[in-house]
């Protein structure tokens, strides 16, 4: 891999972020002896020798509910990421590919999935959902979130369709999907990678968004769900800064890594970005 | 008259989107299993009130909205109403009418967004161009800063700044449309104390602006500044500004696209805002509504989102028909 | 006398922490009222030499040193800062690729209302729309094209505007950048008349005029420069070089462009055995000892030396100890 070495500082720092703080989701949950929900002290501790990160308004560990919030943050982000990159790759490669009536509809299908904004269709989805289990949110966050790789999806296709090892195939009888999957993905790879870090991202920016305004996953810590008792039980304004600044810096880190992470991958992949060095 | 036919074109796409959007409205609450909106009304009111209450709430919206029939003739109904502006009478607030609610509300959601997307688009898409134009140093700055304010989700921004400028440093209010006691009304007081409170939220959505428009603007105008356009005005020694100006207008083309693309989004995360001032606009309005399960509130307020969302993408295309002459000629057909 | 002179200029190109030896000490004089032909090789460093020249050197080039001496004063090529002011009124260059040199948003008029403005802030719209109808009206374009954006221009007549805004100001000494190459040949005709005309009226005082059309230049040029790998290998009058070139660079390259063909005009060079040198080390001695019939054991090692003899002068090894061969006798 030279792209890697290629790569500016901010990504290796970014993605070292990014890891350090999945690991405590990871890691956390299974260290930590109590659960989220679980009361272990007075209501609005502040941080100091028995919590770390002090407690809540019910008296519950912040820093317990951070390690789940993570994982289950990092889980329907994950989720959602994957179901959104691999519909968005389908549709798009479908679209581009076949062109003509396909193309049409299904890119009509996309521009509409696009102007109408993904959270309302999520809200009205979870409005009427009782219970919110997180793999349901998940697939929900998903099956809105395609439209943008499709879209960009299709129109590479669409020029990659042009070119001459393509055609060669096509005369020489290979199948429609022997093509798409031996002449045509390959080259996106990269570009495939990229959409599936900004799928991840918007997922879990959806699900705080979604949390934050109290439709969040049922039963489980998340840092938008953490983020929304923070401000119901008005903790800014009552200066317990423990309690709202905990889901807010790690859901900035987290997105905010997540972004410079893509930003760097496109400046490799995409010479031309490369400001100041940019050979003609 | 190229323009017109430009416009009309879109209008009937636009009616489709449209048609699109209150069929979402209506239908997907209401074709997921196991949701009838017996059991919603049920929700709303569960500990309300007495059974006398919950039976007069319970006849009124089925009245109102023709639930005895069947899901086609509700429909028709509910769009009967939606056309006229009748959203209904609110559960939590019984009787308040849905309308008059969301007619209070709109006003301070207008004030807090259209300045802020109006001036953060402005300031955004000028110093992405000048970034770009300038490059080295003060490029990177502007792109990490501006990466930043987008890449955390707006209401984070709104937390800091709450906490930072109105509790730790008490500038500001710490939230509301106005001072406890006081009441909206038309005076020099009223005003000077809710724009104290407008203030904090206002800008938050503008440092949120300006970074995302910032780091769209430069993103295309990378591709500009290298263009032959730029270098042969730059032969003839024309002033920064008059360059920065060329690639802002060019830059800005495909950026009043992304404008309309993103405006979902936009507006969909600036009322997310207004929760954390407590705001008393469209956003909070959404929030108490679906605390309290407040469905005709929560169906109105997304129907209105979407109609918001499609009338901004409607009038971008417009003004991108206005802009750029390679599409006015493309319209009338010139080479 | 000269009108410009450029003297011991070497730029490279920087792309990651690669170099590209673009320039290397290049030297060239243009005279006043006289028209230097550049030719070469595509990729030999002629558009690095006129984006120099016109004091507008691209953000990855790096210019280490050079000096032009223009109307009465030094001008430090490596301290891009000071240029501006320069740019346009002096030196103006008529751009390579003209197609895209208007800004595709902007009505002709505004963009020459915009340059004239930069050199006499105090200018009106009307005086420089009246004086920009009459620089179009000699390349023969009617002043609606002052309303028009560039789109619904044809690309002859885009090439044409682009040429008026150039000279718009009159500068003094005018970089053109193989400004014929993608004209038909009555819009060339008109070009090189109007390049003539400016000059012989005393308007621009100067033109470097850059091409592969070895042919045109003959017609065109007083002198001609040949550079081959970011040199000027050697510079001579245009009949002189044209009837007896020095240089074995400079006879290859007449040889394989002038096959007394019609219809082989203005092409492009080919038909010299082997390639270019690789440019991203510096070379020491001659860049095309690889390619040259008639390299001696020194050449690869060692810098050929500038031989000035009368009005043309070579940098070449062989002219170097004819020469010396001749005194000695
Ligand atoms: N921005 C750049 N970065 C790196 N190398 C460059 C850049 N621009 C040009 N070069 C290299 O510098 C050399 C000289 O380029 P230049 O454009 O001056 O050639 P030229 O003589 O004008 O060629 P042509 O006849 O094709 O126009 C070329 O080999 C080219 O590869
Ligand atoms: S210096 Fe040597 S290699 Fe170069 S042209 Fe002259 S003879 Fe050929
Ligand atoms: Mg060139």
């Known amino acids: 891999m030279k792209a890697l070495k290629a790569l500016p500082a901010r990504f290796h720092i970014a993605a070292a972020v990014f890891l350090l703080i999945a690991a405590a989701g990871v890691a956390g949950p299974l260290a930590a002896t109590a659960g989220p929900g679980d009361l272990l002290g007075g209501p609005f501790v502040p941080p100091g020798a028995d919590f770390l990160l002090g407690t809540d308004h019910l008296g519950r560990s912040v820093g317990v509910q951070l390690v789940h919030g993570i994982r289950t943050s990092l889980y329907i982000g994950l989720l959602a990421g994957v179901a959104g990159t691999v519909l968005g790759v389908l549709i798009g490669t479908l679209a581009g590919y076949r062109g003509g009536l396909a193309d049409e509809i299904l890119m009509g299908l996309t521009n509409i999935m696009i102007t109408v904004p993904a959270i309302i269709v999520l809200l009205l989805l979870s409005i009427s959902l009782d219970t919110r289990s997180v793999t349901v949110m998940g697939i929900c966050i998903g099956a809105v979130s395609w439209p943008w790789t499709a879209r960009a999806v299709r129109s590479q296709i669409a020029s990659l369709r042009q070119r001459e090892h393509v055609d060669i195939a096509r005369l020489s009888g290979s199948r429609t999907w022997r093509i798409i999957a031996v002449e045509l993905l390959p080259y996106m790879m990269s570009y495939i990678v990229m959409a599936f870090v900004i799928q991840l991202y918007g997922a879990i920016l959806a699900e705080a968004a979604l949390s934050l305004l109290g439709l969040g996953p049922s039963g489980t810590a998340s840092l938008g769900v953490m983020l929304h008792w923070a401000i119901a039980w008005e903790s800014i304004r009552g200066g317990q800064w423990w309690v709202f600044l905990t889901p807010t810096v790690f859901i900035t880190a987290i997105t905010f890594s997540l972004l410079l992470v893509q930003s760097s991958l496109d400046t490799v992949f995409n010479p031309r970005l490369r400001v100041g060095k940019a050979a003609r | ?335 | 006398m000269t009108l410009a002179s450029i003297t011991n200029l070497s730029a490279h190109y920087t792309a990651g922490d690669q170099r590209f030896h673009a320039l290397d000490d290049v030297a060239l004089d243009v005279r006043p009222g006289q028209v230097l032909g550049v030719v070469g090789e595509s990729g030999c460093g002629k558009s690095t030499m006129a984006s120099v020249l016109s004091l507008n050197p691209g953000p990855s080039l790096r210019v280490t040193s050079g000096t032009l001496a223009i109307g009465g004063r030094d001008v430090d090529l490596t301290d891009t800062a000071s240029h501006r002011a320069l740019r346009g009124g002096t030196v103006a260059l008529l751009p390579q690729g003209a197609l895209n040199a208007l800004n595709p948003t902007r009505r002709v008029g505004a963009m020459a209302h915009d340059i004239l403005a930069a050199g006499d802030r105090r200018i009106t719209r009307a005086e420089s729309l009246r004086r920009t109808a009459a620089r179009l009206e000699a390349l023969e374009l009617p002043p609606r094209v002052l309303r028009a954006y560039p789109h619904q221009l044809s690309g002859g007549m885009r090439q044409r505007v682009v040429t008026a805004l150039a000279t718009l100001r009159n500068p003094r000494l005018l970089v053109a950048d193989e400004p014929s190459s993608a004209l038909d040949v009555s819009s060339q005709r008109l070009l090189v008349d109007l390049l003539r005309r400016l000059v012989a009226d005393g308007l621009v005082e100067g033109i470097v005029f850059i091409t592969h059309d070895v042919a045109l230049l003959s017609e065109l040029a007083d002198r001609i420069a040949v550079m081959y790998a970011g040199r000027v290998v050697e510079e001579a009058p245009a009949k002189d070089l044209v009837a007896a070139p020095r240089h074995p660079y400079a006879q290859a390259l007449l040889a394989s462009v002038l096959v007394p063909e019609p219809g082989t005009r203005g092409h492009r060079v080919t038909g010299i055995p082997g390639a270019p040198p690789d440019l991203r080390a510096p070379i020491p001695g001659c860049p095309f000892a690889p390619r040259c019939a008639h390299a001696l054991d020194r050449c690869a090692d060692e810098r050929p030396p500038r031989l000035v003899i009368g009005e043309r002068d070579d940098s070449c090894w062989r002219s170097a100890e004819a020469e010396e061969a001749a005194h000695v006798r």
Not at chain 2, 311 to 329: C, E, H, M, S
Request: hydrophobic share 50%; glycine share 10%.
């Open chain 2, 1 to 335: 008259m190229a323009l017109l036919r430009h416009i009309l074109s879109k209008l009937g796409w636009y009616a489709a989107a449209f048609a699109a959007a209150l069929a979402l409205n209506f239908f997907l609450p209401r074709l997921l299993p196991g949701n009838p909106v017996d059991t919603l009304i049920g929700q709303a009111l569960r500990g309300h009130a007495s059974s006398e209450t919950k039976q007069r709430v319970y006849e009124t919206y089925v009245a109102e909205f023709g639930l005895d029939q069947g899901l086609w003739s509700q429909f028709l109904t509910y769009i009967g109403k939606t056309l006229q502006g009748d959203f209904g009478t609110s559960f939590s607030r019984y009787p308040a009418e849905v309308a008059t609610m969301i007619g209070d509300a709109l006003p301070w959601t207008i004030a807090l967004q259209l300045p802020a997307v109006l001036l953060g688009w402005i300031i955004g898409n000028l110093v992405g161009a000048v970034a770009a134009y300038r490059r080295g140093g003060f490029d990177r700055s502007v792109y990490l800063s501006s990466l930043f304010l987008t890449a955390a989700p707006y209401y984070c921004l709104a937390v800091l700044l709450l906490y930072g400028l109105a509790v730790a440093l008490p500038l500001f209010p710490t939230g509301g449309g106005w001072s406890f006691g006081n009441s909206p009304e038309w005076s020099a007081m009223f005003a000077v104390d809710a724009v104290s409170h407008w203030f904090l939220p206002f800008l938050s959505l503008l440092l949120v602006f300006i970074g995302g428009q910032a780091i769209g603007m430069r993103s295309m105008a990378v591709y500009e500044v290298d263009a032959d356009y730029v270098r042969f005005a730059e032969s003839f020694g024309l002033p920064d500004r008059k360059i920065v100006g060329y690639i802002f207008r060019n830059g800005m083309l495909p950026q009043i696209t992304g404008l309309a693309l993103a405006i979902g989004t936009l507006v969909g995360g600036a009322l997310l805002t207004e929760i954390v001032f407590s705001y008393p606009g469209i956003g909070t309005l959404l929030y108490d509504a679906i605390l309290n399960k407040d469905y005709p509130v929560i169906q109105a307020v997304t129907l209105l989102v979407l109609i918001v969302v499609l009338v901004a993408n409607f009038l971008v295309d417009v003004l991108y028909g206005l802009i750029d002459p390679r599409i006015r000629a493309a319209e009338r057909g010139e080479r």
